[in-house]
């Protein structure tokens, strides 16, 4: 597997953990539509440094 595939991977991966944690009280996994919880936080951080990574590692460059 390629850089850039584990890096498209990635992406993909962090953009949904993000948005299921975003969208968690909407789609029946949060506690209520009170606000964002601690979880919910922790999730959009996770899933956006795993996006973050995959961005980076999908558009570095090879060294000849």
């Avoid at 506690?31 to 961005?55: E, F, N, R, T, W």
Wanted: net charge positive.
């Amino acid at each position: 597997m390629s850089t850039k595939t584990i890096g498209i991977a990635l992406v993909a991966i962090g953009v949904l953990v993000l948005a299921v944690s975003l969208l968690a009280d909407y789609i029946g996994l949060g506690s209520g539509p009170a606000g964002i919880g601690l979880k919910q936080l922790v999730g959009v951080g996770v899933g956006l440094v795993v996006a973050v990574v995959g961005i980076v590692l999908a558009l570095r460059q090879k060294k000849s």
